[in-house]
């Protein structure tokens, strides 16, 4: 890595719930970074992840946060509208990184020479930073959400498929963040 050379980690939050937006994390780390910090989101608390968030708001170079919503995703699937949350969130970066790592299989189209790393959000600290970005603001959202329609119990369990949540929507009906696209079975 040469010094100009800007490292952008990018990842998602969302891919699995039945209800709401996918979300997309980038970050451009300094190299003074303490990644000592950083894990995959999934091995840290929310109270951690929400501490975690805010030193890498407060000390990374560059973050920004992509969204695709619910209706975005039944229109372009989720895993389109996946990649369109992340393509957001790096052209919404107020610095241009030079090369892109992204978590998974699969790189948004950015015109950044791109590279899909498996498992990097416990690999990558980049990735980890903006897993952990995109996971905090997710459950913020949802968590903000469940009080226009505190049926569902989104401050709970984030729209994911619980038997809580697929059983307020067999009782209740869809909430208006569905995702109609995605198949709900209950026990």
């Not at 209706?71 to 052209?91: G, K």
Request: glycine share 6%; charged share 20%; net charge neutral.
């Amino acid at each position: 890595m040469t010094d100009v050379e800007l490292i952008c980690g990018v990842d998602e939050a969302g891919r699995g719930p039945l209800a709401g937006p996918v979300t997309a994390g980038a970050v451009i780390l300094s190299r003074d970074f303490p990644r000592d910090i950083l894990s995959d989101s999934k091995a840290l608390n929310p109270a951690q992840r929400t501490e975690v968030a805010v030193v890498i708001r407060g000390r990374a170079i560059a973050w920004s946060l992509g969204w695709a919503s619910h209706a975005e995703i039944d229109l372009f699937n989720i895993h389109n509208a996946t990649l369109l949350a992340m393509r957001r969130a790096v052209l919404a970066l107020p610095v241009h990184p030079t090369r892109i790592f992204v978590d998974g299989l699969f790189c948004p189209a950015c015109g950044i020479v791109s590279s899909a790393v498996v498992r990097g959000d416990a690999t990558v600290p980049e990735i980890m930073a903006a897993s952990i970005l995109a996971k905090t603001a997710r459950d913020a959202w949802m968590e903000e959400y469940a009080k226009i329609e505190p049926a569902y119990g989104f401050e709970r369990h984030k729209g994911y498929p619980t038997l809580e949540h697929r059983r307020a929507i067999v009782c209740t009906g869809p909430s208006r963040i569905q995702r109609l696209s995605f198949q709900i079975t209950v026990p």
